[in-house]
């Protein structure tokens, strides 16, 4: 592919210019210090999210911005200040305290995208609680096995999520008090037992509180991983991961004060808080918060109605608004949006190049995970962007390549991602599983599980995830890069491919794909795409086999499961299947 294809917009057109000029001077330049003394910190020294994020604006006279415009799934209308989060979320404290929430008790949020979501979850990190958000598309096993792994006092959620989980809450043994929010009295019968309103409870709380002394080492937030390559571990994060939230908002997701930003991604998954939550509002922007679910006309007009200018996605919706076509995107003004970027899986090139045509400007691919808790290679605003690159590391992360033996790797070589432990937002630990924990630390690299490659210029390439990396003929075969090649096909929407255990070349690959609108699955087609494939792609790499799939297995948050894939196809157990997605 030419890169040059690719050309950026020219940004004066915006007035705007991204916070990092020249990758290369900030990277020399760039310390942490700096951004720390960025914040603003406790009196005394201590460091807290919800301070960060909301008080401190308050404090600075920003307290009459929009903190949130909120949209519900039904066409209603909310917006709130940062004066108004402050006074809600003191209350919200208040409640807490009066509950015998203490520091360090884990409380835990199920809920949808509601405004009193954000509140509860900053309510709790005010008291120096450690906050579990989760999805609220789970159905029971999955809140049980979390809520009793990380042994929650009290859970917030809304009523037909609590009908929904009402079996399993007597096992939870350390569960205290369930709170429930009835937004705006949607449901006629929204209590059970000892339940309490989170309204009735609001109404008597006083906005009057002083936030807990945390100091950065204390935990602030647990989210339990995907579950795209087995059981979801629970990744605990201290209040210290605000500091790269704070930074990756400005430098990776250009952020400007009078930016209007939209995450898709929903608090229940690392991205809905460390981007949803924790970078837009350390950085005092407005952002829209959507309640509803994804539909390509839906998602263009809240971008138009509210003059979205930097939105965050991921590739499972940009792959969906691909298959819905240009139509839609014609019939939207979309053009107040400025940046475009994208994380939780790789971004195929094809997507950067639609994404160019459609929204003239690249989508900026940036890798991270849970564990990271922030944005931790990327490609910025003043990047030159190479479609299928995650782009580079932030200031002040080290990235590497590294052998099975956990040595570095020169560049153009395929191996191990790996990080410089130390970093801000760096997870603290997997919750009760410090065996696992420690396992990923190896010879003073934090070992990622993502396999990837450095180019001569510093840009790195995603392969695959360890797991998912093919090994046919004593070639490793990148999964990603068989199936962008696949997508690229105009009758391919979405492609899973995997490795099928071969008595000679050890393993060979086998594709899944699903279609786009329009077009049948025949063996003629078949054919035609796994010529097309072996043209893209050299003999050896392009799939052996091709199967059709309506659609591809993927977690909830929208990664495709290939081990699932794999376990199908070799009639082997499916594993924890906790975080898969309906059909
Ligand atoms: P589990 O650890 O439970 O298997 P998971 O790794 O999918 O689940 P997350 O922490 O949500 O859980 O996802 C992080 C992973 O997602 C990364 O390790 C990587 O494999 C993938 N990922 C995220 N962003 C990108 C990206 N830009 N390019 C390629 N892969 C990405
Ligand atoms: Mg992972």
Redesign the pocket.
């Known amino acids: 592919m030419d890169f040059e294809e690719i050309k950026k917009p020219d940004q004066n057109q915006f007035t705007v210019k991204s916070n990092i000029k020249n990758y290369d001077d900030s990277y020399e330049k760039s310390s942490w210090d700096e951004i720390y003394s960025e914040l603003d910190w406790l009196p005394g020294g201590g460091l807290n999210k919800a301070y960060e994020c909301i008080d401190r604006h308050v404090k600075n006279g920003l307290g009459e911005k929009i903190a949130i415009l909120w949209e519900g799934k039904n066409g209603e209308e909310e917006i709130y200040t940062f004066k108004q989060l402050k006074d809600l979320t003191d209350k919200f404290a208040n409640v807490l305290n009066s509950l015998g929430v203490k520091l360090g008790d884990r409380i835990f949020v199920f809920m949808d995208r509601l405004p009193e979501c954000y509140i509860a979850v900053f309510g709790g990190l005010k008291i120096g609680a450690v906050v579990g958000p989760l999805f609220s598309a789970f159905g029971p096993d999955p809140v049980k096995d979390r809520m009793e792994d990380a042994g929650a006092k009290l859970l917030v959620t809304q009523p037909e999520l609590r009908r929904k989980i009402s079996n399993m809450l007597g096992d939870l043994n350390d569960l205290q008090n369930i709170i429930v929010v009835n937004k705006d009295n949607r449901d006629n019968n929204p209590l059970i037992e000892q339940d309490l309103s989170y309204e009735e409870l609001m109404e008597k709380s006083s906005s009057d509180f002083s936030i807990a002394n945390t100091s950065q080492y204390d935990y602030s937030i647990m989210h339990y991983?995907?579950?795209?390559?087995?059981?979801?571990?629970g990744?605990v994060h201290r209040h210290q991961a605000i500091v790269q939230q704070y930074a990756t908002g400005k430098w990776a997701l250009d952020f400007h004060h009078d930016d209007i930003y939209w995450c898709t991604a929903d608090p229940g998954?690392?991205t809905g808080t460390s981007y949803g939550m924790f970078a837009p509002w350390s950085n005092g922007i407005t952002q829209v918060i959507y309640e509803g679910g994804f539909s390509a006309s839906k998602w263009y007009s809240i971008i138009e109605k509210y003059k979205v200018s930097v939105w965050y996605t991921a590739p499972t919706a940009i792959r969906m608004l691909m298959k819905s076509g240009e139509k839609p995107v014609k019939q939207h003004d979309l053009s107040t949006l400025r940046f475009i970027g994208?994380?939780?899986?790789?971004?195929n090139p094809e997507a950067v190049i639609w994404g160019n045509k459609n929204f003239e400007q690249p989508i900026h691919?940036?890798?991270?995970?849970?564990?990271t808790g922030a944005i931790m290679c990327a490609n910025y605003a003043s990047m030159n962007v190479r479609p299928g690159s995650?782009g580079k590391p932030i200031p002040g992360i080290e990235l590497a390549i590294l052998d099975k033996d956990f040595n570095p790797l020169p560049p153009n070589k395929s191996g191990l991602l790996a990080v410089k432990p130390g970093w801000p937002s760096q997870f603290h630990a997997y919750w009760n599983n410090s065996e696992r924990y420690n396992s990923r630390f190896k010879k003073s690299w934090y070992i990622?599980?993502?396999e990837a490659l450095m180019d001569e210029d510093g840009y790195f390439w995603?392969q695959g995830?360890s797991d998912d990396v093919i090994n046919t003929a004593g070639h490793l075969v990148s999964p990603?890069e068989v199936e962008s090649a696949l997508i690229e096909h105009p009758a391919v929407a979405e492609a899973g491919v995997i490795g099928i255990p071969d008595k000679i070349a050890m393993e060979v690959v086998k594709a899944f794909v699903a279609l786009n609108v329009g077009y049948e699955w025949d063996e003629k087609l078949k054919r035609e795409i796994m010529r097309f494939a072996r043209e893209k792609l050299s003999a050896g790499v392009a799939p052996r086999d091709i199967g059709y799939v309506d659609s591809l297995p993927k977690?909830r948050?929208g990664?495709i499961m290939r081990r699932l894939l794999k376990a199908r196809e070799l009639g082997l157990p499916e594993g924890d299947t906790s975080?898969l997605e309906d059909d």
């Not at 691919?365 to 564990?371: G, I, K, V």
């Open positions: 991983t995907s579950g795209t390559t087995g059981k979801p571990k990744a998954w690392v994208s994380v939780g899986e790789p971004l691919d940036n890798w991270w995970q849970t564990e995650m990622t599980g993502d995603f995830r990603f977690t948050s990664k975080t």
